[in-house]
């Protein structure tokens, strides 16, 4: 009865053998998936290197940008800073070109009026010893000398006459002489206003150039920077493209690595299976067969044949 039931059972680990995986295909697949399990660590980490590569060159190029736009700003703001100063100084200048038309005018009229006097007092100003025109402060002397003469000096009625003549004569070339100070003073006063103007407005200008020199520069150096904005703006699209693209095959890697390694992990599982049943057929193979000897014993003893040493020793293990 026991011994029916041991081949019972036998046949059953048989046939559980049979209808298992040979071990044979599941170590190829093992080793298969082992390979393609490396291939796949190596593209993940391949994937991973040039991920890491286009976020640093991306961080990279996103920080040149924001640099270059924070210059431009920079510079914009220092042109427009640079062009209210042109546009404030032009109003200046002008309202000085203005002013300076006006005091041309006025010098022009005080140089006739200057002119005039000289004419004037060119014609009858008298000179003193050294041969110089008499200033108005000698002609003055010159009539105090005169009237004095005439109030206490006794003279013929001719005489004084003459005199007085001299005295009219003398008092037109002081008048005279004072036109020609005043017409100069009022010459020097419009000519300070003259030049004072065109310093104001040659100052202007040239401070107008200045600063109208600084806002071209600062607008060249912010037109410079454009093809530059253009060029890392177009760069952060396509880094950023690249990037996307990266991160969907390192997805896809990592999402094949993982199938592979469950797939492994299933190869293990079934090898170990494989070989457990082995060793079960195995086992089962050894007690048959120590089963089949033990009944062919039994029967000799059964039959009075005679025992073999080797008979005897199974009969001892057992």
């Not at 048989?14 to 393609?36: E, G, H, I, M, T």
């Not at 510079?75 to 002013?99: I, P």
């Not at 806002?215 to 396509?238: D, N, Y």
């Amino acid at each position: 009865m026991r011994s029916g039931q041991n081949m019972d059972d036998s046949s059953n680990q048989q046939n559980a053998v049979q209808a298992a995986p040979d071990a044979k295909s599941l170590s190829r697949a093992l080793y298969d998936d082992k390979k393609a399990v490396s291939q796949l660590q190596s593209r993940l980490s391949e994937s991973a290197g040039q991920r890491g590569r286009l976020v640093r060159e991306l961080r990279q190029v996103r920080t040149e940008f924001a640099e270059a736009v924070v210059r431009v700003r920079e510079l914009k703001a220092l042109r427009d800073k640079e062009t209210a100063s042109v546009k404030e100084l032009k109003a200046k200048r002008q309202e000085a070109n203005e002013a300076l038309k006006i005091a041309v005018g006025e010098l022009r009229k005080a140089s006739e009026v200057k002119e005039a006097a000289v004419s004037v007092l060119g014609k009858s100003r008298p000179k003193n010893a050294r041969g110089r025109a008499k200033s108005p402060e000698q002609l003055t002397a010159e009539i105090a000398e005169l009237e004095l003469r005439i109030e206490t000096e006794v003279m013929p009625f001719e005489k004084e006459q003459q005199l007085m003549k001299v005295i009219k004569e003398r008092k037109r070339q002081v008048d005279s002489s004072k036109s020609f100070l005043n017409a100069s003073t009022a010459w020097k006063d419009a000519f300070a206003k003259f030049s004072g103007l065109r310093k104001e407005s040659n100052s202007f200008h040239r401070e107008l150039q200045q600063h109208a020199a600084s806002s071209q520069k600062f607008h060249g150096e912010m037109v410079l920077l454009i093809p530059k904005l253009k060029e890392l703006r177009k760069r952060r699209e396509a880094l950023a493209g690249q990037l996307g693209k990266a991160k969907e095959e390192l997805d896809a890697a990592d999402a094949s690595l993982q199938q592979k390694l469950h797939n492994l992990a299933e190869l293990r599982e079934q090898l170990d299976t494989a070989a457990a049943a082995k060793q079960k057929e195995m086992e089962a193979k050894k007690r048959e067969q120590a089963e089949k000897k033990e009944q062919e014993l039994t029967e000799k003893l059964k039959s009075g044949k005679k025992l073999t040493l080797k008979d005897l020793i199974m009969l001892q293990g057992r």
